[in-house]
């Protein structure tokens, strides 16, 4: 009997939001020489970010799981839709997984791996995570759930037990492999880590105008993990009328951050609707330093993959968080950015000291992080090393 690969995942072609993307590219290298049986949830999770150009592999059978109508943006709802995403998931993989097949997850939504993972070793089926969020430690720093109550306790052992049933661990960053020995006691062989890709074919490096004041950059999710009040505060402090700052997107500090913006009238910063990945190639050539922020405690919980896709626009990344977070030893390692453990002094004093008159300086870090991303990060090279990793689990 042919053993199957199953991928599981919430979001999947044609959906483009950040996981859909990244697990239908997945699937489209595995699918090259074999077939690829995908479960996932019902298409337009987000419906501005749909892609029915894209031409799936013939080799790719997908099946999808109908939940109804639940407004994800209501959190009565979006509790009542992932619980029956994960129900339903979670069936059809027990129904038609044989021992000897792999199954190849992503961490979201939770419950999912909780489930999938017990399915597994009862079933005798290969289970591969891509961790693309440590839980619950992601809950204990966004504030959701305290360290020293119960529930954050048995949560924490429920999940240790998940990811150490896997055949094999992804991991994002080596702060994240760390991380995950740390909780699980696996080997660091099995515990491989895979960063995230730049697309260099469809994201470059445009001719910038050189006039007027510097801009930054941030542009993804407004979320609680980001630090993004703390920034705004820093930018507040630094009263630089040569830069100018863009938050372009959206999230659950949205509300919080134009309520800031109003209330100190910081007329330098903006903050702009989110865009598609089809406009990536525009917004991210947008200015002149690109932002990348992760809150205290966030350091192996988590790699903004938006970085790297920053590099292949060729601009220099601020990053501010934790200097042994992934992205944090990446900018030092190759010299293409700044990096500030916390949004302080120091951050604001760098703030002041911005001027336009350092754009070549900038435009020589912009070519050296394109260069790393052609080099290192390439999106054929990354999809390579998931194939061969999948395929030897």
């Known amino acids: 009997m042919t053993q199957k690969l199953w991928v599981l995942s919430e979001l999947f072609y044609p959906d483009q939001t950040s996981t859909g993307y990244i697990m239908t590219e997945i699937a489209g290298s595995l699918a090259s020489d074999r077939p690829v049986h995908v479960i996932c949830g019902p298409e337009g999770y987000v419906s501005a970010n749909i892609d029915s150009e894209t031409r799936l592999s013939e080799n790719i059978f997908i099946e999808r799981v109908s939940i109804g109508n639940w407004d994800k943006n209501k959190v009565f709802s979006r509790i009542v839709r992932m619980i029956l995403l994960t129900l339903k998931m979670s069936l059809k993989i027990y129904r038609q997984a044989k021992p000897g097949d792999k199954v190849l997850m992503v961490t979201n939504p ?21 961790v693309h969020d440590v839980f619950p430690e992601n809950l204990r720093a966004a504030k959701m759930v305290n360290d020293s109550s119960l529930i954050y306790k048995l949560l924490q052992r429920l999940f240790n037990s998940a990811y150490k049933s896997a055949n094999l661990l992804i991991v994002l960053g080596r702060d994240m492999q760390k991380i995950m ?8 062989q099995s515990i491989r880590v895979i960063e995230n890709w730049a697309d260099t074919e469809k994201v470059y490096p445009l001719i910038a105008e050189s006039a007027g004041p510097l801009k930054l950059q941030f542009a993804g999710n407004f979320g609680r993990v980001q630090g993004l009040i703390p920034l705004l505060e820093a930018l507040n402090e630094a009263q630089n009328d040569q830069i100018k700052m863009d938050f372009i997107g959206d999230g659950a500090m949205l509300e919080s951050m134009q ?10 910063v903006s903050i702009l609707p989110p865009f598609n990945r089809s406009e990536q190639l525009s917004v991210l050539n947008n200015c002149d330093i690109s932002v990348v922020s992760l809150a205290d405690g966030m350091v192996g919980l988590g790699v903004p993959s938006k970085a790297y896709n920053i590099l292949a626009a060729g ?50 870090m912009g070519i050296a992080a394109r ?13 390579y090393s998931y194939k061969n990793a999948i395929e030897a689990a």
């Not at 939770?110 to 891509?130: D, M, N, R, T």
């Not at 990446?330 to 453990?341: A, S, T």
């Open 371 to 383: 260069k790393l991303a052609e080099v290192k990060y390439n999106k054929s090279i990354i999809l």
């Open 315 to 364: 601009k220099p990344i601020l990053f501010i968080g934790d200097s042994n977070s992934e992205i944090g030893i990446m900018v030092r390692e190759h010299h293409i950015g700044w990096v500030f453990p916390e949004f302080g002094a120091d951050l604001i004093s760098f703030l002041k000291t911005l001027r336009p008159e350092f754009r070549p300086d900038i435009k020589h």
């Open 181 to 188: 020995i740390e909780k699980t006691a696996l080997p660091a």
């Open 110 to 130: 939770a419950p999912l791996l909780l489930l999938v993972s017990g399915i597994c070793k009862w079933k005798k089926v290969k289970l591969i995570i891509i």
């Open 259 to 268: 309520d800031y913006l109003l209330h100190h009238k910081l007329m330098n």
